[in-house]
């Protein structure tokens, strides 16, 4: 049968709309689901999609893909690839699993919301097919992750993850809600098609996939290549809906992906980036991480953007000197805090693995390597416990990450500095500047408490790390830990230095007595949550602050500590009522 | 590259021979290749063009054009579809072609 050419026959089937008389436009397309705003109603009747497609050849060429995945996967069925694997390696689809997987399926809802309430039935039709993409990678990252379980429990993450409240997990649903199923359509359509789907996905699913191939995992670089495929043709609602926005309101559009840019970004750097600098092995790492953002988004994802008439965000220098930090303090938290998440990390500081990190990252040496010495020389001591943690790190109130985030000051250093802020009585802790005014812009939305709040406020029994680690739904055989079993470690040949004392046997989570506080020790990666007593004195408070850093990530020193308090030093005989520290107050100690 | 734009494949059969039939599409020497493994990014400054008559000679005949999104995981650019071609290009270009226009 010959076949017109699409073109021949494609607008009889994409401009289907007629005006309704029956029923109010208002009630079967309302504001705040359609949000039209400033654009006028009339005009999405020119939305044009550039990437065209008709049903059969959909139909046609989902099916060649499906074929094309699932032989490759039948024909690895009965290989040993999987055991040889690296172990790091398995880490980074442990995690992509967990992370995606029903990610996939909300990003389903998010395209049947704009099949529902897009504004032209061009873009309705388009959002249908993307729909149907969104199924399908939720189902074959399932079906693929489905394999594992039997020789591995973590691999169970790729459907529990989000249905629990673990740490990682809680960061992504605050990114993916407010992306795909927090706000209208029109947002939608900026935030997941074009800042996530052109911009951000590109790195998990095309870069990591050339480190997924380098390292043996062809099923399941076969897999991610593929499904971005999908991604490709339907991120391309995003155009036509950007250019009917900067032509009637370019500030909402330039507001909407400056905020989604930067807290895709946030997320990345825990899902991507250390999947990339440290789990992917040495010899099979393509690039590094700075230089895939650099290739996907610093050149081709930016360069899009101003084609369109946008600017770079406003905080762009921020967000450069961001990719030689994020990753980094994140990997560390994510490592020293391992029990936390439900996979193995791979420490990747060997010295051959630190060698490569210092030629890609010049400051990571200067700011990591101390810390991983530290815990360098407790491993090798035997001093297992002090690699590992007694507290929970900080969240930020907004990307419910840790407050890790290394930012220039203004003597040139690099330090974790609090961003916090007041409102209606509450003190709020941010992790950069840009979170803090992200929320402030925010305020009136809905706000999920961070886990370190939800600690504080009595919601996690018992208070303390085991409770917080069932709270999470970790269970023992999930726990992560050591990749490589610590064998990492016996590179180095240090004496041991660093043995760590602790002031008393008790964990400062078990104490009912709150005074908590954010605090930071000296040159300590990361905020963290310490409980001191009102008439604790500063020398004391010192010791609580100390003992969660000082011998596990800090060397310690034979040198007083002086307790900082709102900027100004304090008396170490001083109590914390006479101070006037109050609860979710910040506080930093360091060597005198 | 400064404006690249073009497509990003990934690791297929037909790779080679997609970028062959892109290299004809495009003036000679033009066309710039790059092999990250699981996939190949094929790029020129503002316009790069691939047509279905090119693909037919060097992936095989009745490939039709809609199959080009099997092979290709991502793009550079912006796009334009059809039947019988498929352009990357960029609206605002330093690059000198007026190529571009619509």
Partial sequence: ???????????????????????????????????????????????????????????????????????????????????????????????????????????????????????????????????LDEIRHCQLSLFFAHEFVSKDPQYDWALKAFHTNQWVIVAARALFDAMMVGGNVVDTAIQLPLVFETGFTNLQFVGLASDALASGDINFANMISSVQTDEARHAQQCGPTLELLMKHDPVRAQWIVDKMFWLSARVFAVLTGHAMDYYTPLDHRKQSYKEFMREWIVSQFIRTLQDYGLKKPWYWEEFIEGLDIWHHSLHLGVWFWRPTVWWKPQAGVSKAERKWLSAKYPKWEEIYGPIWDQIIANVNNGNMQATLPETVPWLCNTCHLPQCTHTASHDGRYLVQDFALTHDGYTYHFCSRVCRQIWWEDRDMLHVKTLTERLLAGDIQPPDFAGLLKYMGLTPDVMGDDAYNYNWAADYDQPGYGRTRHANGERNMNEAHPIPINAKFGNDFVMQMVVIMAADTMAEVAQKVARHSVGKRVKPQTRDMVVYYEGRAVAADATATEVGIRPLQHVFVDYV | MEDAVGPVLRMCDELELVVRAIEDDNPAGSVEIIDYGAYVRVQRPGFLRLTRASLERHVGVGFRMSQLESIMSAFAGRIRTSSDEVVWYFQTTNASSGENAR
């Avoid at chain 1, 309704?20 to 397309?29: E, I, K, T």
């Fill in chain 1, 1 to 131: 049968m010959a076949l017109m050419k699409r073109e021949e026959w494609q607008d009889l089937v994409r401009e289907v709309d007629w005006t309704l008389s029956f029923a109010d436009d208002n009630a079967v397309f309302p504001e705040w689901q359609s949000e039209t705003g400033k654009v006028p109603r009339d005009a999405w009747s020119a939305w044009e999609e550039s990437y065209k497609i008709s049903y059969s050849e959909y139909v046609s060429v989902q099916r060649e893909k499906e074929a094309s995945a699932f032989a490759v996967k039948a024909a690895l069925q009965r290989s040993t690839v999987f055991s040889s694997l690296d172990e790091g390696w398995k880490s980074c689809a442990k995690l992509h699993f967990g992370a995606v997987s029903l990610a996939e399926y909300m990003a389903f809802v998010a395209e049947a919301r704009m099949a529902r309430f897009g504004l032209a039935g061009a873009w309705r039709n388009m959002a249908v097919l993307g729909a």
